[in-house]
T-cell receptor, first 113, second 115 residues
Framework: DSGVTQTPKHLITATGQRVTLRCSPR?????VYWYQQSLDQGLQFLIQ???????AKGNILERFSAQQFPDLHSELNLSSLELGDSALYFC????????????FGQGTRLTVV | DQQVKQNSPSLSVQEGRISILNCDYT??????FLWYKKYPAEGPTFLIS?????DKNEDGRFTVFLNKSAKHLSLHIVPSQPGDSAVYFC??????????????FGTGTLLAVQP
């Protein structure tokens, strides 16, 4: 158990809809990262938050947004969903400084039909 | 632009032999490298890391080698065990400021260790 909790584990929704994925980081970790893994693809970095502030952005679509709340949990919002958004979405967390090893949750499998 | 490349999608080795997984990177700003292991239906699990000031780091059966001039790193598993069968991801990061930064992942190598 990595200590990172993601909900829900599975999500099936229709095209055009909006969903919210939730992540609770390890206790004490200030950084939260979101990654997308599509079929046969590596892990694509989407966005990082550090102590509530956006820290780094990857190839995140404009239809996607994220935030980190004062209690440090994070949410990834995906809107106007398309079939191609079907993927595994991973959240990871790491300590503020001195550690680059990120700990991953079990992921949310999103299926858009 | 794939900054971290794992050119072998799969690797099959016999139990007890050495497994060598390779990774190349293009960004010379990367100064920290990590290997993650991933089983199906689970999140990636941190395995071992190396800073750019070192050329080798060892942890039990796992050793990571870094060749900065070639922008290449490798993970050696000796001896390989069937439980090592998983997808292995190489990741790299560049430290800016005081906070941790994003990891750039390769596409992974599926290791199959045959009994």
């Amino acid at each position: 158990d990595s200590g990172v909790t993601q909900t829900p584990k599975h999500l099936i929704t229709a095209t055009g809809q909006r969903v919210t994925l939730r992540c609770s980081p390890r206790s004490g970790d200030l950084s939260v990262y979101w990654y997308q893994q599509s079929l046969d693809q590596g892990l694509q970095f989407l966005i990082q938050y550090y102590n509530g502030e956006e820290r780094a952005k990857g190839n995140i679509l404009e239809r996607f947004s994220a935030q980190q709340f004062p209690d440090l949990h994070s949410e990834l919002n995906l809107s106007s969903l398309e079939l191609g958004d079907s993927a595994l979405y991973f959240c990871a967390s790491s300590a503020a400084t001195g550690e680059l090893e990120a700990f991953f949750g079990q992921g949310t499998r999103l299926t858009v039909v | 632009d794939q900054q971290v490349k794992q050119n072998s999608p799969s690797l099959s080795v016999q139990e007890g032999r050495i497994s060598i997984l390779n990774c190349d990177y293009t960004n010379s700003m990367f100064d920290y490298f990590l290997w993650y292991k991933k089983y199906p239906a689970e999140g990636p699990t941190f395995l071992i890391s190396i800073s750019s000031i070192k050329d080798k780091n060892e942890d039990g059966r796992f050793t990571v080698f870094l060749n900065k001039s070639a922008k290449h790193l490798s993970l050696h598993i000796v001896p390989s065990q069937p439980g090592d069968s998983a997808v292995y991801f190489c990741a790299a990061s560049a430290r800016w400021g005081g906070a941790t930064n994003k990891l750039i992942f390769g596409t992974g190598t599926l290791l199959a260790v045959q009994p």
